[in-house]
């Protein structure tokens, strides 16, 4: 719905030389007078697992919503590695563009089959004309079966989506990030309603995605925190409050004020 | 969902087919008058305008059981294609009107001494055709265009589409407008040169109907059942989540919307020269949301059971007005309400409960 130019902005390979992925600065938001973002900053670098903690209200959500287009800013930049401008691009051209974001509550294709709900994120050329035409061919089948086996949803292809159990929808959700091959993902709560056993394997899948994606991990969960966290960062009222390994973090007299302790 | 229509449904399509391609047309053409079986003109013109109908509520179904955009304004759509070949019946009518001039009736009644602007070419079938296509494919994109770049959804979309339906009507009701106010278009007396009321013609528009019915069917199948169809229906259930997948909502949204409009328009040109009337009451909202009950009755995103909605509605409807005229409001309301409460999926909901049972 943007300009036709932006597409070449979109099409042309994620330029992460500076090891950067992406790039907020100063990026502030506010609904009727309330900051939910205040001059924040923050930059992940390629390859990367942070995780992002912080009391309710801190932004956190909001800050997924500006780096997805969902929401713009009111002042302050936001880069998708050195060349693309998210503040420009629509949610679907940034989601094109390589990221990925995973909802607090799964948000997944509940009426179509879990081989559906992978088939529609896979990525392809996801314009009208080329969609009414797409046909899926035996390597994009094989691919489809073998995330479908990464989820730990073997044997469910055909399940209607809506009916998967609720750590199975969260696993579905994920799968249908990675089907998209995202450079970066963002992935809120992604451990809310698991089980111990599914939190412990997404966990590990988590720590084998790192490296290749950059992952942004916004969670509670402070034991799972712990279980993959390498650099946290702390948000409080709109703007980062403390930034840098876990425990560093978490003997930050500041933080236990405003989040641990309570 | 992909399993739409197995070999039990392509069987029932075929069958449905012949009767509506052979069964009939034999009927009336080829069983003497007289005979029971004999299929009249009036009939064969009401099975025609069901044909009609039920092309629309195949149209609606497209947009609000597939993509959940409820329209609140596709007799619209509907009335604009039986007035582009209204047009064209109307200069067909040639210097046999009541005042035996060049002119329609009713500009000759408003002391026009020559046709408005738009109706240039319109005595030449093929243009009006297009117009047919055009008129009600480009009002859709236009406003489609604007509705859906600003993101504007449920209640509110299908509110503004029933006063754009609404504001419509008052327009057309204009003798100023040009054509024919509050008495619309009527009294044609032939297409292509050949006189209209005759079986012949009426088998020839009634066939014409059941072939473009058959048409959308298959065309509403292959959109369904292709991967289109399948970001149509994620769009229903989860917009944001097909955004953030890399898909432009918007543009799908618009395509099938400017498509399910289109093809109201083809059906109300068929429509017209069978019913041989058009007026600006086709625009009235209660059309428009008759065509959502149609579709609710059938079942939502199913294809068949927009067309068995429509045929069930219209049927009732029918056999209502002309014996029980004063109850038929009230048995609209009343089946709208029982099939939302114990029918949320339609006739073709009942039958799949008894197909697994």
Same mark, same amino acid.
């Given at each position: 719905m943007s300009d036709a130019s932006v597409g070449h902005l979109v099409e042309q390979r994620l330029d992460a030389t500076h090891g950067v992925v992406l790039y907020l600065d100063g990026i502030s938001v506010s609904f009727d007078g309330f900051k939910a973002?205040?001059?924040?900053?923050?930059?992940?670098? =390629?390859?990367?697992?942070?995780?992002?903690?912080?009391?309710?209200?801190?932004?956190?959500?909001?800050?997924?919503?500006?780096?997805?287009?969902?929401?713009?800013?009111?002042a302050g930049t936001a880069f998708f590695g050195q060349a693309i401008d998210l503040s420009r691009l629509t949610e679907a051209e940034i989601a094109q563009a390589g990221i990925g974001r995973k909802f607090q509550k799964p948000t997944i294709f509940e009426q179509h089959s879990v081989f559906e709900n992978l088939e529609l994120a896979m990525k392809a050329d996801k314009r009208v004309r080329s969609t009414l035409f797409a046909r899926l061919d035996s390597e994009a089948r094989d691919r489809i079966a073998a995330m479908i086996e990464r989820v730990g949803l073997a044997g469910a292809a055909d399940r209607v989506a809506g009916l998967l159990s609720h750590g199975q929808k969260q696993w579905l959700e994920i799968g249908m990030l990675l089907m998209q091959e995202p450079r970066l993902l963002l992935l809120d709560e992604p451990v809310a309603g698991?089980?111990?056993?599914?939190?412990?394997?997404?966990?590990?899948?988590?720590?084998?995605?790192?490296?290749r994606h950059s992952l942004v991990v916004v969670e509670h969960d402070m034991a799972f925190i712990a279980s993959i966290a390498r650099k946290v960062t702390v948000l409080n009222e709109g703007s980062v409050l403390a930034e840098g390994p876990l425990e560093a973090v978490q003997n930050d007299p500041r933080v236990i004020e405003v989040y641990l302790g309570r | 969902m992909t399993r739409l229509y197995g070999s039990r449904g392509w069987i029932a399509l075929a069958a449905f087919s012949a009767a509506l391609l052979i069964v009939v047309p034999l009927l009336a053409l080829a069983v003497p008058a007289g005979n029971p079986f004999h299929l009249s003109e009036y009939w064969v013109s009401l099975a025609g305008k069901f044909l009609c109908y039920a092309i629309v509520a195949l149209a609606m179904d497209l947009v609000w059981g597939y993509a959940g955009i409820l329209s609140l304004g596709h007799g619209l759509f509907f009335a604009l294609g039986g007035y582009a070949m209204g047009m064209y019946l109307m200069r067909q009518i040639g210097l046999d009107g009541v005042y035996h001039r060049p002119l329609p009736d009713?500009?000759?009644?408003?002391?026009?001494?020559?046709?408005?602007?738009?109706?240039?070419?319109?005595?030449?079938?093929?243009?009006?055709?297009?117009?047919?296509?055009?008129?009600p494919g480009l009002l859709a994109f236009v406003f489609g265009w604007f509705a859906f770049r600003s993101r504007i959804k449920g209640v509110y979309f299908?509110?503004?589409?029933? =006063?754009?339906?609404?504001?419509?009507?008052?327009?057309?009701?204009?003798?100023?407008?040009?054509?024919?106010?509050?008495?619309?278009?009527?009294?044609?007396?032939?297409?292509?040169?050949?006189?209209? =009321?005759?079986?012949?013609?009426?088998?020839?528009?009634?066939?014409?109907?059941?072939?473009?019915?058959?048409?959308?069917?298959?065309?509403?199948?292959?959109?369904?059942?292709?991967?289109?169809?399948?970001?149509?229906?994620?769009?229903?259930?989860?917009?944001?989540?097909?955004?953030?997948?890399?898909?432009?909502?918007?543009?799908?949204?618009?395509?099938?919307?400017?498509?399910?409009?289109?093809?109201?328009?083809?059906?109300?040109?068929?429509?017209?020269?069978?019913?041989?009337?058009?007026?600006?009451?086709?625009?009235?909202?209660?059309?428009?949301?008759?065509?959502?009950?149609?579709?609710?009755?059938?079942?939502?995103?199913?294809? =068949?059971?927009?067309?068995?909605?429509?045929?069930?509605?219209?049927?009732?409807?029918?056999?209502?007005?002309?014996?029980?005229?004063?109850?038929?409001?009230?048995?609209l309301g009343l089946l709208f309400i029982l099939v939302t409460l114990f029918m949320p999926r339609g006739v073709m909901g009942l039958l799949g409960r008894r197909k697994a049972a």
């Open positions: 973002l205040n001059a924040l900053s923050l930059a992940i670098d =390629a390859g990367e697992l942070r995780c992002v903690i912080g009391p309710n209200g801190a932004g956190k959500t909001t800050m997924m919503d500006v780096i997805t287009g969902k929401t713009r800013p009111d698991m089980s111990d056993h599914e939190t412990e394997r997404t966990a590990e899948l988590f720590l084998t995605l790192a490296g | 009713f500009m000759v009644f408003l002391d026009w001494k020559a046709y408005p602007w738009y109706w240039s070419f319109t005595d030449h079938f093929l243009y009006a055709a297009a117009l047919v296509v055009l008129v299908s509110i503004i589409t029933q =006063a754009l339906t609404y504001a419509a009507m008052l327009l057309f009701f204009r003798n100023e407008t040009g054509f024919g106010g509050n008495n619309g278009f009527t009294d044609f007396k032939r297409i292509l040169g050949f006189p209209i =009321a005759t079986l012949d013609m009426r088998v020839v528009l009634y066939a014409l109907s059941a072939a473009a019915l058959l048409g959308t069917l298959l065309l509403g199948r292959w959109l369904v059942t292709s991967k289109f169809g399948r970001v149509l229906a994620a769009i229903r259930d989860a917009e944001q989540r097909v955004m953030f997948c890399g898909y432009d909502t918007g543009h799908y949204k618009l395509f099938v919307w400017t498509l399910s409009a289109v093809l109201c328009g083809i059906a109300g040109a068929l429509y017209v020269p069978q019913v041989g009337i058009i007026n600006p009451s086709e625009m009235s909202p209660a059309n428009s949301i008759e065509v959502a009950i149609w579709v609710a009755v059938g079942g939502r995103g199913t294809l =068949a059971g927009a067309v068995i909605g429509a045929a069930l509605v219209n049927g009732a409807k029918s056999f209502f007005t002309q014996e029980f005229p004063d109850i038929w409001l009230y048995f």
